[in-house]
Nanobody, 126 residues
């Protein structure tokens, strides 16, 4: 599985960004895909994910109500729509996927065996 994320940049607080992730190489329709982020000096955080098995989604408490994850199956892409961005959203964002789809649930998101794309930097600053 190959993943390629993009869309990062410098925005002001309150603005929006959409991060696309292009996917290829899935051998099954059952997987979980989503986003992690890592800010300087902080641990990596699971931001959001979606499971293709039943559409289950997860959002970290810090982004609930502001971020939306969605898939475009025809284009084999997944997007993270980020609204009302805050300085604390500043981080490098990574697209990741795993065939262990059960690791995306309403309670959390983790990837133990999976694929990662290169990060894209999001900076929220005035």
């Amino acid at each position: 599985v190959q993943l390629q994320a993009s869309g990062g940049g410098l925005v002001q607080p309150g603005e929006s960004l959409r991060l696309p992730c292009v996917t290829s190489g899935f051998t099954t329709n059952y997987y979980a895909i989503g986003w992690f982020r890592q800010a300087p000096g902080k641990e990596r955080e699971g931001v959001s994910c979606v499971s293709t098995t039943d559409g289950t989604t997860y959002y970290a408490d810090s982004v609930k109500g502001r971020f939306t994850i969605y898939r475009d199956n025809t284009k084999k892409m997944v997007y993270l729509e980020m609204n009302n961005l805050k300085p604390e959203d500043t981080a490098t964002y990574f697209c990741a996927a795993t065939h262990e789809h059960y690791y995306c649930s309403r309670y959390g998101w983790t990837v133990k065996n999976g694929s990662w794309g290169r990060g894209t930097l999001v900076t929220v600053s005035s």
